[in-house]
């Protein structure tokens, strides 16, 4: 654990890493949103225990100490957190609205597409015959349709982001703890939040503060300290063999008969691997992956230049309009899917068709922020949170 | 001779037992119906008694709308389908349909069904309704594990049976972990699992039925139940080694 100092004000160059690997999730999130999708065998959740979520957040909790906690270094706590709680609001408007998108969706279905055959799951769409209840439901965050849950998760880590944000700058390894004790607390005492009409909230807000906070932490410091356990070879051999048992353990779910290899002392300790509440056994899959990848991409890697890796570099910095497009072009694809029957050749046109709509619009995001002269590239004094370099 | 061209054909028939029958033609791959699981509680109520009592334990999707629905739905089929292929015993289907129930509430009815019925197999289609429900995984995990111990306590085999696929409906609630959770407590149990839900993408997916089509009709739904209840006839006959007992009472 790392002393209790106040942690030395992070490197002011932007790590574009993190644009990469956020916006890389981001394809992924997208991809995995298509349920029907044979490309979405290339993301990482098939081949391990986490997946493009854990680094959604992680590298979300990040960006926000980075940009707010330069705010809040510089003009107080005040203004640090006003900008959060606009950042929260910003992403609740962007959630309605997508909101908005699904139920035009599903009142579509409802309205076209009849089989006795699945008389039972049609009554899905039996909230249709409630719309008060149900979108107020939504406006108060309860009901959440099916890959609606990130956002929520992410306005609510925002929201109790500003006390932290100042424990994280004054008491770095206190704020740390206390996230750590939360989730155990969590684990523990089965705090979660509700849902509509039954249940509880799909993302924990309470387990998964750890990985946001943690971020969060890496970003005010905590990675330099942390350079020299990433650079240990053990650490480095821990890492690799982890991982590869998680490879070998979710290929025993994809291929039925491996799984009797798997000792029943182990499954019974390990599963069910639990996304609500973020499974410590995912949890350590993803800091596996990256001190793995710290280790192997370092800060001035020369490929990060290169072009070939520009689109996914763009789409990272403009996460919050790039998610929403990606859930939004996850819905409109797998309609396109549903009503044409379609088959893998388009779900690949889909899938490759939908990256380009997210690159192309990434891109034009970034030129409205030139002509607007707010690009991460021009000098501007403070950092806005909208700013391509340091979007939260 | 004739003897052993009849004991070849039944060899064949089983070997292929749904593609053999010409209407509908619906291929389930060999790897959805395999297993090392064994339903012995079945294969000795066949020894023994020469007869089969299996239970349906389920929701909407273990029925049909309709005036005939429940003549066509996979339960009935099966029942045909078995009697068919195990001459000389007696086989009796026995449906126990609840709307909307979710794991829960069917491992709760579970004893009454295996007081009334004394099967030797239970076959409990559920899932769907939790995952409409969006049931937390964990209480959907500890239901089916109170479930199958009850039809297990009760002497009898118990085959899971996952939901149906389902395309249009995909995106709006989230099957794949519930189906996982099933797959994970049959391995548990060393219960079988009949994976409706991959058979289902399976034949979406070669063509075998338009899944997505809009239709008032009924007839491909029919279809599809009649291949799950043949499907499900060869699953347990595989299973339970019943093609050995078959043998004996053809002969």
């Known amino acids: 654990m790392a002393p209790s100092a106040p942690l030395p ?8 890493r993190l644009d990469l690997f956020r916006g890389v999730a981001l394809w992924g999130i997208f991809l995995d949103h298509i349920p029907e999708n044979v490309v979405n065998w290339l ?7 986490s997946d493009a979520t854990e680094i959604f957040i992680f590298i979300s909790g990040y960006t926000a100490a980075f940009v707010y906690g330069r705010a809040m270094r510089e003009r107080g706590f005040l203004v640090a957190s006003a900008r959060i709680l606009r950042r929260a609001w910003q992403i609740y408007v962007a959630h309605i609205f997508l909101f908005t998108i699904f139920m035009a969706e599903i009142a ?21 015959k409630q719309p008060d209840v149900t979108i107020f439901e939504a406006l108060i965050l309860k009901f959440k349709p099916v890959n609606m849950d990130v956002l929520p998760l992410y306005i609510v880590l925002l929201l109790l982001f500003p006390p932290m944000l100042l424990l994280l700058l004054r008491q770095p390894a206190l704020a740390l703890t206390g996230s750590a004790l939360l989730y155990v607390l969590t684990w523990s005492f089965d705090f979660n939040l509700p849902a509509y009409p039954n249940g509880v909230w799909f993302f924990n807000p309470f387990a998964w503060q750890l990985l946001f906070v943690f971020g969060a932490w890496c970003a005010l410091g905590g990675a330099q300290r942390l350079a020299m356990v990433l650079h240990s070879r053990i650490v480095l051999a821990v890492a690799v ?10 290929m025993t779910w994809y291929v039925e008969p491996l799984a009797r290899f798997v000792p029943n002392w182990l499954s019974d300790w390990m599963y069910p691997i639990d996304k609500t509440n973020l499974d410590v056994l995912r949890f350590a899959h993803f800091l596996a992956l990256a001190a793995v990848t710290v280790h192997f991409v370092p800060r001035d890697w020369p490929g990060l230049k290169s072009p070939i890796l520009l689109p996914a570099i763009r789409c990272g910095q403009h996460s919050l309009e790039i998610f929403c497009l990606g859930v939004f072009l996850a819905f409109a694809g797998q309609f396109i899917i549903s009503e044409y029957s379609g088959g893998p050749p388009i779900q690949v046109a889909i899938s490759l068709i939908g990256i380009m709509i997210m690159v192309a619009t990434a891109n034009l995001i970034s030129w409205y922020k030139v002509i607007e002269g707010r690009s991460p590239t021009s000098r501007v004094k403070t950092p806005d949170a909208d700013l391509a370099g340091g979007e939260a | 001779m004739t003897l052993l061209l009849t004991i070849l054909a039944a060899v064949a028939l089983f070997d292929s037992a749904v593609a053999a029958v010409p209407e509908p033609s619906c291929v389930v791959p060999q790897s959805f119906l395999s297993s090392d699981t064994e339903l012995t509680r079945a294969l000795n109520e066949v020894k023994a008694r020469q007869r089969l009592d299996i239970s349906v ?9 309709g005036p005939d629905g429940a003549r066509y739905a996979y339960p009935a089929q099966l029942e045909k389908a078995l009697q068919k292929d195990l001459p000389g015993i007696t086989v009796k289907v026995t449906v126990h349909v609840q709307p909307r129930a979710t ?15 004394k099967p030797a197999l239970v076959i409990w289609q559920t899932g769907t309704a939790d995952a409409m429900n969006s049931v937390e995984p964990e209480g959907f995990h500890t239901s089916l594990d109170d479930g199958v111990g009850a039809v297990e306590g009760g002497n009898a085999d118990v085959i899971l049976m996952n939901m149906q696929y389902s395309p249009h409906t995909e995106s709006m609630m989230d099957v794949s972990g519930y189906a996982d959770i099933m797959r994970f407590v049959a391995q548990q149990h060393n219960a079988l699992l009949f994976d409706r839900l991959g058979i289902m993408r399976s034949w979406s997916d070669d063509g075998t039925f338009d899944l997505y089509s809009a239709t008032k009709n009924y007839d491909m739904a029919r279809r599809v139940h009649e291949c799950i209840g043949r499907a499900l006839a060869s699953q347990i006959i595989s299973a339970s080694h019943l093609d050995a007992v078959r043998m004996q009472t053809t002969r």
Do not use: H, Q, W
């Open chain 2, 103 to 117: 794991a829960a509430d069917l491992a709760a009815g579970m004893a009454k069904v295996l007081a009334d019925d």
């Open chain 1, 9 to 16: 004000a992070p490197a002011v160059e932007r790590d574009l």
């Open chain 1, 108 to 128: 579509y279905v409802a309205a076209t597409f009849d089989n006795p055959l699945y008389a039972e799951e049609m009554k899905i769409l039996d909230f249709l």
């Open chain 1, 43 to 49: 993301t990482i959740r098939n081949y391990g225990f």
């Open chain 1, 241 to 250: 063999t982890y991982i590869l048992f998680a490879f070998a353990i979710t």
């Open chain 2, 57 to 65: 334990v389920g929701t909407g999707s273990s029925a049909l709308p």
